[in-house]
């Protein structure tokens, strides 16, 4: 699937312009993560995918098709967005019926959906909370549970606005299997995250936005090396970065393997 | 001395909720035993349901006066037995800040200043007193250019720091923080940690849950460390990271601690384990340098 932005802007009926000319294209599988402050736009973009939010002006191209030609429920059956809050996007009194809502609204075939439902609660350890209310799941699981219910629709795209907030070690391992599972599937993965560990592990490209404005858009290493440029968004770089950097590393390194690396260099080189 | 002055003791501390059909959970902590003194900083970490949260709320107060359930063991906040007081008594002494700020907003106001001043005018703090405070507690939660503003149009940071600076303006001596970082971007949560500081280093007892180990590095003086419902250790933060195995909790250790001890096992450092982001920088330097 080719995804083609062209100068898109967006304003909120308020007036308040969120999406100040992006141009971006997504083609293949190669895992994105969309990082910046808080307002910086990253919701407002990644609701742009499916439609659920429409260019105020410029265009948004799917395999050529105008994103005007169809409507939100009809994209959604190729690209999916999986809400920031849990809450936003639960509404069924279980699991099943959750993981079942997309899937039966797209028309798939019950074969399919079963198979799919099986396949996503699985992937999402969701297997053994099918009959549970989702009310009655932890907030993570809660996450978990949205992301399934997008995944259970198979869409060849789909966008996971924040899944790291708030959860810890085992949580952000089973994003990344999945992130791992879906791409190995041939899924392009979007993924806004606040995490940069988890950001540098898991994705190759990097896009940057900074008040409505895309400002870097780069393999992750060489993202991670502008400096300047994340510190006008009031991005860290992770800590391990930092402390390369005040040690005046020529390279950027954004683990520990890359400082060991770096370090034992610069060991040998004072000897 | 009076900074060492305990002003939380929790002692065999079990508790189990009631669930809404009528039975009771597994024990949702299990013999907690730990005490803070006057002015720590003090994080409570641990992996999701570890018990970070029931232990918060067991010190304001919330367990067992909301929250129904077993609980066993006793909790003395200040001199008074959590059992025995009320929660309106012990939120004069001890605020909860909660992870979700929104869970914090009265919904009853349209200003950031009307919503600090919320809590003060149930009290009936005299309105001269109820501006200055307001005033003071904008400034020290970085807010003051924001007091006209509606709270619902504020970023994620700016919203918890809000909640924040509504608990504070109160005057507890000690605040307990929920995770309030957890949903914000590196530089909110950044924010919440350096106020959190400055507020400590007024003399506020802080103790807050949290789970990136970087800034609990950084800012604390105390830890304790949780896991599967029960307590792994507790004590200065720099001897606990020190011996702590963060995998077996499913926790990631500072990479302050992964790079000073890979030093120590390489022989090219014989001193204390690095905390802090400038520790870790200035061993390295003096590595570098020999």
Known sequence: ?271 | MDTKKIVIDVKDFSFSYLMSDGEMQKKAVENINFQVCKGEFFCIIGANESGKSTLCNALVGLIPHFFQGDMDGEITVLGEDTRKSTVADLTSKIGLVFQDPFNQLTYTTTSVAEELAFGLGNIGVPREEMYRRVNDVAKTMRIDHLLQKNPLELSGGQVQRVALGSVFVMNPQIIVLDECTAQLDPLGSKEIFDVVKVLNERGITVVMADNDMERVAEYSDHVLVLHNNKQVTWGETREVFTNLDFSSLNLNPPVYVSISKKYINQGLWKKEVAIKEKEIINISREILER
């Open chain 1, 1 to 271: 699937m080719k995804i083609q932005f062209t100068d898109l802007h967006f304003s909120y009926p308020s007036g308040d312009e969120a999406l100040k000319g992006i141009s971006l294209d997504f083609s293949g599988t190669e895992p994105v993560a969309l990082i910046g402050q808080n307002g910086s736009g990253k919701t407002t973009f990644a609701k742009h995918f499916n439609g659920i939010l429409r260019p105020t002006s410029g265009t948004l191209l799917i395999d050529g098709e105008d994103i005007h030609s169809k409507t939100t429920a009809e994209w959604s059956a190729r690209i999916g967005y999986v809400f920031q809050n849990p809450q936003d996007q639960l509404f069924l009194e279980t699991v099943k019926k959750e993981l079942e809502f997309g899937p039966k609204k797209i028309k798939m075939a019950q074969e399919r959906i079963d198979e799919n439902v099986r396949y996503a609660a699985q992937l999402c350890q969701m297997d053994d909370k099918l009959s549970v209310h989702p009310f009655d799941l932890s907030p993570t699981q809660r996450k978990f549970c949205t992301i399934a219910s997008i995944i259970a629709m198979d869409p060849e795209v789909i966008l996971l606005d924040e899944p790291t907030g708030g959860q810890d070690y085992d949580g952000n391992r089973l994003l990344e299997d999945i992130i791992k599972d879906l791409h190995k599937k041939g899924k392009l993965i979007i993924t806004i995250s606040h995490d940069m560990d988890f950001v540098i592990r898991n994705f190759e490209r990097v896009i940057v936005l900074c008040d409505g404005k895309v400002i870097i858009d780069a393999d992750t290493r060489t993202a991670f090396s502008k400096v300047e440029e994340l510190a006008s968004t009031f991005i860290e770089p992770p800590p391990v970065t930092r402390i390369g950097q005040a040690l005046g590393f020529d390279e950027t390194v954004i683990d520990i393997q890359q400082f060991f690396t770096c370090f034992d260099k610069r060991k040998k080189g004072t000897i």
